[in-house]
């Protein structure tokens, strides 16, 4: 209940409060400017509506080389997106004033000044309010989506809940969100009413009663842990590493595990930015600095990431090797010792079915393959590295291709809606579904070994660092990690949890010793 | 049965009548108030020589070319259709508009050398949407140019109750209603004691009771007349109505598309119009006027 209540209070103060409230300070002051210039006007209101067409997620990844990953680039987006409709409202406002009222006050002898401050202003805020109201709602949808840059919030529960397979974690997301906008909302519109001219506010008393309950129990939820929190962050003389991983199970089970690791036998404090999302964010977090490290597969870095030509003949040793020195020439990144384990794709099928045709590898299908369907992730199907060259390697030609996202592919070849599926060789839904897997026996396949990519300037920093990640070499291997996807995807248990029983009951039986040794 | 008789249309055009014959008489008497344009005062207040005023895009300046002087505690009415140029006349006295040509003066001081803020504070200036702001009540409204002038709020709050009194709204009832609790004519009565607040010199009404209905209109002007009576305040009066115009002012100006017909007492331009136009405009209204003076004393009265 602490993590929901930070991850609430983050998603109103951070990812609300802030943005809104910058919103405001830009988008006020422009609309007293650009109100009766019709040039500056057409020009303000245009920009913010190209600005608010950009879909939420391209923005994000507009801003990434910018501002990079975490709090600072969804600020600036959910700021981008929030001005629109506060200018909006303010111009229509200053512009919709009763011509009498304006006239009237020039006549009386107000200064600009004191007509804007007594009149225009009070007679706008209604509408302006309106508008904040607007942006508020925006705000709090939007700012779900900015979990995929490392940004916190509710989104965070949503995309683990989607990551994971876990309703429950989902819709705890979802409905805090739309709790937190339909209460700001009310609070909005009360605040607005009470300042619509001529009104009485003795007449809204239980309204503004309602309001300062809602008001009460937000602060009071949301503010206590932040409180409490704080005063822990501020003894913090040993370093932080930051660390990363991609939007799937396996990555975020293993940015648990190294978390938990550096925290017991190092005195690094950890701070996760776990489900960052696909390959390249997280490459371009870790370059830019806003990670210290993730774990990568080696042939995804060597194909996707660095570009390099693959040799088929190259053992394992000798691409870490080969790896090491490019990150290090072009990122000042080093890669460490493997963890143990590859998580490869696989072509894979019921094992029934492998076993009724004697199917062993991958050659053996190539001669059935036109009477198969087969179902891969849209990646696989474009990857050079995925369907194209395999097709190639294997002349395989299927009967049809099913686009299908990895949480749906598993089901629908156990029940028989395709046969073969591209599967990720140490997904737990394997053993689940019982599905065999085909040996690549013409080695297409690239080695995808898992391998901490960490940033030089880190292990310079915290020596620390490095030993306890060597530490960890060749300890998890395939059917660990497979136990472990099988824990969280199947057996529905926390990523956290998963690795912490891991790492104290399986291999490393020593969390009692390391745990004490921290010098304080 | 006043109420009923009172909103009987034929009783209250009859009404209407009866105000305007009263000046009939009075000026059918002893009609020795003659001058062309200037104002039988002493003491000059306000002057306008050859005025000016074109706005972009119309064919035909606003004001072209006006004369016209007041005097001081004189009242003047400027008579004249939509559009003829009576409203920015007035508004060029407190810069709402800013003459092409012409020079303005008050108290022999160009408005053109005085600060602008100044020179609106020193004069009330009466609208006929009346321009209340609805956010304040209506003693914040009638204290709001004492307020600009950063006159403390107890003094205000005297000032503005004095001024509610004066013009019939009893300020225990009426000073803390918003202008939208208020009905029309109540509404302008506020808009008036606004601009008396400040103890301006000069009032400007820009038609103020051209927007309510028949009698609330008539009880307005009734009060109007007694206020220029008590205050001996300088008044240039704006309206298109005939009847308002010849029951209020000591003067009235009559325009027509920008220019200045002929100034001049109710008499004169009655009697003896200056153009064409003047003759037109009252025409009608002097003809039904003798008809109900003769039906009402048995013959006409000039």
Redesign the interface.
Known sequence: MPEFQSTLAEHFVVLTLIPVSAAILIALPLAFVVYNRPVLRSIALGLSNIVQTIPSLAMLAFLLPLAGIGKLPAIIALTLYAILPILQNAITALRELPESVLESADGIGFSRLQRLQMVELPLSLPLIVGGIRTATTICVGVATLSTFIGAGGLGDFINRGLSLNRMSLLLLGASAAALLALCLDFLLATIGAALAPGTRPARMSWRFGFCGFLLALLLGFTLWPVAGSSSQGDDDASGLVRIGSKNFTEQIVLGELLALWIEQNTNLHVERYLNLGGTVICHQALTSGEIDLYIEYTGTALLTLLDRPRHPSASPEDVVEQLNSAYGEQYDCAVLPPLGFENTYALSLRREMAEKNGWKTISDLTRSAPQLRAGFTAEFMERQDGLPGLSEAYELSFQSLHDLGPELMYAAVDSDEVDVIGAFSTDGRLIEFDLAVLEDDRRFFPPYQAVPVVRQESLRQFPSLESALRELADKIDHQAITRLNHAVDVEKQDPRQAARAFLTSELFDKPSQSTTTPNK | MAAWSDRHPIIFQANRFRLLAKTWISFGRGSTLFSKGQATGELLLIELEDVTKSFPGMEKPAVDGVTLSIAKGETLVLLGSSGCGKSTTLKLI?R?VEPDGGMIRIDGVSVQERPI?????S?G?V?????????WTVAENVG??L??RGIPQSERRKKSFEMLDRVGLPPETFGKR????LSGGQQQRV?VA??LS?DPDIL?MDEPFGALDGVTREALQQEMERLRQELSITILFVTHDLFEALSLGDRVGVMHEGTLQQVGTKAEVLNRPATAFVKTLFEKPAKQLRVFQESKEGSPAV
């Open positions: 407190n709402l803020l100044d020179l609106r504070r004069m200036y609208i006929q949407d009346t321009g209340l702001f609805p956010h709001c140019p307020r600009i918003y202008p939208h609790e808009g606004r601009a400040g400007l």
